[in-house]
């Protein structure tokens, strides 16, 4: 069997640091002290069958979802694995965001899924058309996958807007798929109240975690909401990758869970850090074309005409020590997505010199 590699992860992991590393995606990971964590927090026994009943009421109580629709997945990595596996039926095709995370892209192709393309245009903010969604949905997809907020670009899809996306695809007897690993976002760093597609409709498969807004990567702990129903389902699609979730890092994300305020607010104030750093930047730059922000630690930039992603990103680690993402990853090869994470002094001479690089190539 040919396994499709996963390009985009196997360049995000071995690719060479540069010294204004401007790649991550998410939040910094933290540090145990961040969330007031030690050695007391941590335990080896192994509590419930099917994850630590006391991460799943947390998860529940936090998002307002009913506990017995909770499956606790490794990362949501892995709950998007679990995910398309389950969803994967050759009879019936996947209507999958374009752009879309690559790794998506690639879980999809590895079950061998039909897949349509479901269009994110640049030109409009990357917002979703009903018209696109009912057009895929009338050619018999099953299953819809999008990302909220939006995988590269952070833009995000209002509830409002995600409930008629849900009603449409159950009119035509599909599941919508959900990635909400930067969902917090707009209620961590903007104050907007805190919601998750999962209490919108009894069709939707939510994929969350604590990476990207907190910062807890190393964990591995993510979670999927559902109903009771579709979780018994994806509970027994996860048999076949745990026998038992590791109970460290289970403890360990139950105590992140118990001082979640400590990780909010270092992720604010790592926002709030960058945002006027970033905005003087654009204001100086205008050949560049960010979108708006709703509260994301990094920036989908457009290029000037011209200017390919892929051949700036290879000179601003040549010659300028600087590392962006370029967006052929994800079929964008006229953007790229800049982390805004480091320390704005550090910040500011990386987009400077993202800026000096462009213009080279742009005469």
Same mark, same amino acid.
């Given at each position: $069997?040919?396994?499709?590699?996963?390009?985009?992860?196997? @360049?995000?992991?071995?690719?060479?640091?540069a010294?204004?590393? $401007?790649?991550?995606? =998410?939040?910094?990971?933290?540090?145990?002290? +961040?969330?007031?964590?030690g050695?007391?927090?941590?335990?080896?026994k192994?509590? =419930?069958?099917?994850?630590?009943?006391?991460?799943?009421?947390?998860?529940?109580?936090?998002?307002?979802? +009913?506990?017995?629709?909770v499956?606790?997945?490794?990362g949501?990595?892995?709950?998007n694995f679990?995910?398309?596996?389950s969803?994967?039926?050759?009879?019936?095709?996947?209507?999958?965001?374009e752009?879309?995370y690559?790794? $998506?892209?690639?879980a999809?192709?590895?079950?061998?899924?039909?897949l349509?393309?479901?269009?994110?245009?640049?030109?409009? +903010?990357?917002?979703?058309?009903?018209?696109? !969604?009912?057009?895929?949905?009338?050619?018999?997809?099953?299953?819809?996958?999008?990302t909220?907020?939006?995988?590269p670009?952070?833009?995000?899809?209002?509830? +409002?807007?995600?409930?008629?996306?849900?009603l449409? /695809?159950?009119?035509?007897?599909?599941?919508?798929?959900?990635?909400?690993?930067?969902?917090?976002?707009?209620?961590?760093?903007? =104050?907007?109240?805190? @919601?998750?597609? %999962?209490t919108?409709?009894?069709?939707?498969?939510?994929v969350n975690s604590?990476t990207?807004?907190?910062?807890?990567g190393?964990?591995? !702990?993510? @979670?999927? $909401?559902?109903?009771?129903s579709? %979780?018994?389902?994806?509970?027994?699609?996860?048999?076949y990758?745990?026998?038992?979730?590791p109970?460290?890092a289970t403890?360990?994300?139950?105590?992140?869970?118990?001082?979640?305020?400590?990780?909010?607010?270092?992720?604010r104030?790592?926002?709030e850090?960058?945002?006027?750093v970033?905005?003087? @930047?654009?204001a %100086?730059h205008?050949?560049?074309? /960010?979108?708006?922000?709703?509260?994301?630690?990094?920036?989908?930039?457009?290029?000037?005409?011209?200017?390919?992603a892929?051949?700036?990103?290879? !000179?601003?680690?040549?010659?300028?020590?600087?590392?962006?993402?370029?967006?052929?990853?994800?079929?964008?090869?006229?953007?790229i997505?800049?982390?805004?994470?480091?320390?704005?002094?550090?910040?500011?001479?990386?987009l400077?010199?993202?800026?000096q /690089?462009?213009?080279?190539?742009?005469?």
């Open positions: $069997m040919k396994i499709p590699p996963v390009e985009f992860l196997i @360049w995000a992991k071995r690719h060479r640091r010294k204004y590393e $401007m790649t991550v995606s =998410g939040a910094p990971p933290v540090e145990l002290t +961040d969330f007031q964590a050695l007391g927090h941590v335990e080896i192994i509590r =419930g069958t099917c994850g630590d009943p006391r991460i799943i009421h947390a998860v529940a109580e936090r998002y307002g979802v +009913d506990p017995l629709g499956v606790p997945v490794p949501a990595s892995g709950g679990v995910v398309m596996a969803v994967a039926d050759r009879t019936r095709p996947i209507l999958i965001e752009p879309v690559g790794p $998506m892209r690639r999809a192709e590895f079950f061998n899924a039909r349509i393309e479901l269009p994110r245009r640049p030109e409009g +903010d990357f917002r979703l058309d009903p018209d696109d !969604l009912r057009a895929g949905l009338q050619r018999g997809a099953g299953t819809v996958f999008i909220n907020l939006h995988n670009s952070a833009q995000l899809i209002s509830a +409002d807007e995600m409930q008629r996306i849900a449409t /695809a159950r009119e035509h007897g599909a599941v919508v798929v959900v990635d909400e690993v930067y969902l917090d976002s707009p209620h961590v760093n903007l =104050g907007a109240p805190r @919601w998750t597609a %999962a919108l409709a009894d069709n939707v498969v939510v604590l990207k807004v907190y910062g807890v190393s964990l591995r !702990l993510g @979670w999927l $909401m559902t109903t009771p579709r %979780a018994r389902h994806l509970r027994r699609m996860m048999d990758l745990n026998v038992e979730h109970a460290p403890s360990l994300g139950l105590r992140a869970f118990e001082k979640i305020e400590l990780l909010e607010a270092r992720t104030r790592l926002y850090q960058a945002r006027p970033v905005r003087e @930047w654009l %100086a205008p050949e560049l074309h /960010a979108y708006p922000n709703h509260g994301a630690l990094f920036e989908c930039v457009r290029l000037p005409r011209g200017v390919k892929g051949t700036l990103s290879r !000179l601003l680690y040549r010659e300028y020590e600087t590392r962006i993402v370029p967006g052929e990853f994800f079929n964008l090869p006229d953007h997505r800049v982390s805004t994470t480091l320390p704005p002094a550090e910040l500011r001479i990386g400077d010199r993202i800026a /690089a462009v213009q080279r190539l742009q005469s």
